[in-house]
């Protein structure tokens, strides 16, 4: 546990007033306040430090505790132990009036917080709030998308089981309600947006539902034609080559491509790409017939 | 009125801690929509997480409701900015390491 300036996290001196601290506050407070970063994940650890900094700086007897001991923090229960039995009676400190600052989510206090403080967070209005939103990824294979399939995925220590559609998109994000942190006050809780990243193992290019594939055929099929068997992601599949396919000629099947997004039996395209091979290291008697055509041309 | 995704206005308001003015403010800059039934105003459901944002930059950023409604814009244009910027990431992996 490291000590935190909390004066240097609001970019305050040590001798600044509660007016100066709030108005701090409100200034980063807008600048990083995860409502107006969404998705931004430095920003809501730089808004958790502010909300932090501005919990201790804002309540004067926190203040105050905090001033005393700064960076012996970690004695702070020993010192206030020893101090209060040599004062006898006497009070430590009167509580001062409730800031009112404040008044976020104060959860995730870092663990300097707790540890001098307990995980007392402040809030200005006791009404009931939906808890906050949690975000994750999830990274699938295109072969993985391609068919429906449950998945178990840890989210905040718990272990959720989601059934992922076929046809899910790269960067697509889905919802789960109720999934996200538990409301403050007795509020709902928060959802967890899951947002899936699609890597792609296959020889095939995805381009929305369509798949994109290239296939090598040799120059005698190419010139005569012929049948090839073709792999794609559901079955083997043959196909006819026309005599005179030229290389990059793109043929499309229809239906065979990737599933369509919760519209189960729905395909996109598949296009394949013929590249045609020239023979290399011909014989002799290759090369003569190669020859003699050159010569009907 | 049987409807499980519709809020009653004045409950939402209690259980926020907010005034009723606030949120017919929002609803009359267009931001939230209210329906009406037998003279209760009510929240419909979906509109949960954008009514609470409202209430945190309004009663904790101290933000007006010009502001709001700008930042509404602002966070919409992002959204689909995103959106578009996946899907032409999405299109440009099909001619990448061709």
């Known amino acids: 546990m490291a000590f935190i300036d909390y004066y240097e996290v609001l970019g305050l001196k040590k001798n600044a007033g509660a007016d100066d601290i709030k108005k701090a506050y409100r200034k980063l407070a807008r600048k990083h306040h995860p409502d107006l970063n969404p998705n931004d994940k430095e920003a809501h650890k730089k808004f958790q ?19 005393l001991y700064g960076k012996d923090w970690e004695h702070s229960e020993q010192f206030e132990k020893a101090r209060q039995q040599s004062a006898g009676s006497r009070r430590s400190y009167s509580p001062g009036a409730d800031s009112g600052a404040g008044g976020f989510d104060g959860d995730d206090f870092s663990s300097f917080f707790s540890s001098m403080f307990g995980d007392q967070g402040g809030k200005s209005r006791q009404a009931k709030y939906r808890g906050q939103d949690y975000n994750a990824e999830l990274t699938l294979s295109l072969t993985d998308a391609y068919t429906s399939r449950q998945q178990t ?13 076929a046809g899910v998109e790269n960067g697509q994000v889905i919802k789960l309600k109720g999934y996200g942190a538990p409301g403050v006050n ?91 091979r020239l023979p290399v290291d011909l014989t002799d008697q290759q090369k003569e017939l190669f020859t003699q055509l050159a010569a009907l041309k | ?44 459901e979906s509109q949960l997480c954008d009514v609470e944002k409202f209430i945190r930059l ?12 700008a930042i509404g814009h602002l966070l919409e ?22």
Do not use: W
């Open chain 2, 1 to 44: 009125m049987e409807n499980n995704d519709l809020i009653p206005v004045d409950h939402f308001c209690v259980t926020h801690s907010i005034e009723l003015s606030f949120i017919t403010s929002l609803h009359q800059y267009g931001l939230v929509e209210i329906t009406s039934i037998e003279e209760q105003a009510y929240l419909n």
């Open chain 1, 153 to 165: 995925m840890a989210v905040n220590g718990k272990n959720i089981r989601i059934t992922i559609p």
């Open chain 1, 186 to 276: 007795g509020g709902p809780a928060g959802d967890l947006y899951i947002t899936f990243l699609i890597n792609n193992d296959a020889k095939m290019k995805r381009s929305g539902n369509d798949l994109f594939m290239d296939t090598a055929i040799d120059l005698y099929t190419a010139v005569l034609g012929g049948e090839i068997t073709i792999d794609t992601m559901a079955a083997k599949l043959k196909l006819k080559v026309t005599p005179g396919t030229q290389n990059g000629t793109q043929v499309r099947l229809k239906g065979k491509g990737f599933p369509l997004y919760k519209k189960e039996g729905q395909f996109g395209d598949l296009y394949v790409v013929f590249s045609v």
């Open chain 2, 58 to 69: 309004h009663y904790d950023l101290d933000i007006n409701l010009e502001g709001i409604e």
């Open chain 1, 49 to 67: 430090q502010l909300n932090e900094a501005n919990e201790v700086l804002g309540d004067p007897e926190k203040r105050k505790k905090y001033d």
């Open chain 2, 77 to 98: 244009k992002i959204k689909e900015l995103q959106a578009r910027h996946t899907h032409l990431q999405n299109r440009l992996g099909l001619y990448e390491n061709l």
